[in-house]
């Protein structure tokens, strides 16, 4: 099962329009074949998940996402309950076959094209490209890479200033920002990410900060002489505004410790547009 | 209304029971077992530093009170402190609202809570209030640590007839929550006082008579014998994302995809995916997509739109902010 470096080599390109950074990634081709390789595989392992769902098509095929001409598995699986948004942006996995002889999920994520990068040599992990974003291997599975908008320079915010920013945190925040010698501090940017002044601010501070969550993050909106929160939040790391809006105002990524998540416009506040992170090996 | 809060007053009285004070193995031993437990890598300096910081907040005024039949000490305050950091920390605890949207957050939160209660911090922190309850992680996690008729003694070995009414009651205690969230008369953060005036340790409580949805998270979190059904296990990481006063909404979305209270009787057949093996491939709700490819107002509603904002959010200054700023 595991050996099918012939087929992968075999395996032939989809004319997909991919990002200039992904050029010479090669498309995945799946399979709707009750036949295909590796189809087997897939049946047993998700044997509920496809019983569950009267009509599913599975479409599969083989990669070899490791450079050693062993194959792994990928899976889509076409349903209403497996596609989001559209037709064609499906829960797409992808199987490896680990050194304890189990197949693992090393990728999980609804998805419309995949394509797989150069491999850089024996025993190296070749990126994924799914849906424009890079994913590269991380342990034990694939995690998205962030640079999917424009990151976000912050400048401090004077101290004279944060007790007043600080009430966007909470009445905590505002406490401990009127202490003495503050244990939290915050910066701030001018985003442009609508129509209107915004404000986005970060905390920041030993005790601010949370593990695994981040440290916390509002975006203000001004309204007449107030300053309201339209989005709520924390990030590790980074923060980027993304190139896509919604309603006219653009997304805003947040990091998480393994991924990032998408906030979009809903029309009065920022809530979750989508979660990228990797998959949680079992 | 009446019979929910007699049913929820029996589990957590039952609950409260197993939660006697015991004494625990304080100084450095007690935190490097904290750092085993909850996998929280901190320092003596960072736990002092943590706690001073909610002395200041007033957070400590919520110490020894309950979240449902789970107890707050001084190393489950921390835990969750270090987990979403120390002002979110807060306004969890006042508002019942995560502002992160991290997977698994809030079985990582209230994972780490129970596991660290019982933990004797006094070296670092001055003081030590007898925490935990019926819970699985925070008995089990500090049972070398306890004394027998503590916390180790809450762990679920109680005896089996016992069990048994107390799952039956967990049963009817989750029918009747839905239900009463399905109501137009009372919602979840209606549902005050599951854990109010029970605890000691003379932390204040009020906080809590409002958060009944918290009483929710922690409960299906970790007291297995009540929330049995995987889909409570979801009901509560909906929770852990949206403002109480948005839970109904999703027990109305759960109630839906569920049908009536039969769907929780389960038990002898193993629960609802008894092969559940592989990552997302048994689960079925669409409930559980919340953050997959959707926005939350597709998925749930236009209700869900404003659901990261605070109804009271709004910051009452300033325009004097904006200029500083400019």
């Not at chain 1, 992968?8 to 010479?24: M, R």
């Not at chain 2, 299906?220 to 909906?238: E, Q, R, Y």
């Not at chain 2, 009787?265 to 997959?292: D, S, V, W």
Request: contains cysteine; glycine residues 12%.
């Amino acid at each position: 099962m595991r050996t099918i470096a012939a087929t992968v080599a075999a395996i032939g390109a989809l004319a997909v329009a991919l990002p200039s950074y992904a050029q010479d990634a090669t498309p995945v081709r799946l399979d709707p074949s009750p036949d295909a390789r590796g189809r087997n595989v897939v049946n047993a392992v998700f044997r509920d998940y496809i019983a569950q769902r009267i009509g599913i098509q599975v479409e599969t095929g083989l990669v070899d996402i490791e450079g050693n001409g062993t194959a792994e598995i990928v899976a889509r699986f076409v349903h209403s309950e497996s596609c989001r948004e559209k037709a064609s942006r499906c829960r797409t996995v992808i199987l490896r076959y680990g050194p304890d002889k189990t197949w693992k999920i090393v990728f999980d994520r609804p998805a419309d094209t995949i394509a797989l990068g150069k491999n850089r040599g024996a025993w190296t992990f070749s990126d994924l490209y799914v849906d424009g974003v890079r994913w590269t291997w991380k342990n034990v599975a694939y995690a998205p890479s962030r640079g999917v908008g424009e990151k976000v320079t912050f400048s401090p915010v004077p101290r004279d200033t944060a007790v007043a920013i600080a009430a966007a945190f909470g009445q905590g925040a505002t406490k401990l920002a009127s202490a003495p010698d503050p244990v939290i501090s915050f910066e701030f940017a001018r985003p442009k990410v609508g129509p209107g002044e915004h404000l986005l601010v970060r905390m920041k501070g030993e005790v601010a900060c949370g593990d695994p969550v981040g440290c916390p993050v509002r975006l203000l909106e001004k309204d007449g002489s107030t300053w309201r929160p339209i989005l709520e939040g924390a990030t590790v790391g980074d923060v980027e505004v993304s190139k896509v809006s919604r309603e006219g105002r653009n997304d805003i990524v947040l990091g998480t410790k393994h991924g990032y998540v998408v906030m979009g416009w809903s029309g009065k506040s920022y809530g979750v547009a989508e979660v990228v992170e990797p998959t949680a090996i079992k | 209304m009446a019979k929910t809060n007699r049913i929820a007053a029996a589990v957590l009285g039952a609950a409260l029971l197993g939660s006697v004070a015991a004494p625990a193995i304080a100084g450095p031993l007690s935190m490097d077992r904290f750092t085993e437990v909850t996998g929280l890598s901190l320092s003596d300096r960072q736990v002092t530093s943590l706690w001073n910081s909610m002395v200041s907040m007033g957070t400590t005024q919520f110490l020894g009170g309950s979240l449902g039949s789970f107890r707050l000490d001084e190393a489950s305050m921390i835990a969750g402190a270090a987990t979403l950091g120390v002002t979110e920390f807060d306004n969890f605890l006042r508002t019942g609202s995560l502002s992160s949207v991290v997977n698994g957050l809030g079985s990582l939160l209230t994972q780490r809570m129970t596991a660290a209660a019982g933990a004797d911090l006094s070296h670092l922190v001055g003081s030590f209030t007898s925490g935990g309850g019926l819970v699985k992680g925070a008995s089990e996690s500090f049972a070398s640590l306890t004394s027998v008729g503590g916390a180790s003694e809450a762990s679920g070995s109680c005896d089996p007839e016992i069990g048994d009414k107390l799952a039956e009651s967990g049963e009817a205690y989750v029918k009747n929550v839905v239900e009463t969230a399905m109501s137009e008369q009372y919602g979840f953060s209606q549902l005050g006082g599951l854990g109010h005036g029970t605890s000691g340790g003379g932390g204040a409580k009020f906080g809590f008579s409002a958060l009944s949805c918290l009483d929710k998270l922690f409960q299906g979190a970790n007291v297995d014998i009540l929330f049995k059904p995987p889909s409570l296990a979801n009901l509560t990481n909906m929770l852990q994302s949206w403002t109480c006063d948005k839970a109904v909404s999703v027990a109305q979305q759960i109630a839906g995809a569920f049908g009536d209270g039969n769907v929780f009787k389960t038990g002898n057949l193993g629960g609802f995916f008894p092969q559940l093996t592989f990552g997302e491939a048994n689960t079925a709700a669409p409930i559980r997509n919340l953050a997959e490819g959707a926005s939350p107002s597709q998925l749930f509603g236009s209700d869900f739109a404003s659901v990261n904002v605070k109804s009271n959010g709004e910051i009452k200054i300033s325009a004097r902010l904006g200029d500083l700023f400019k």
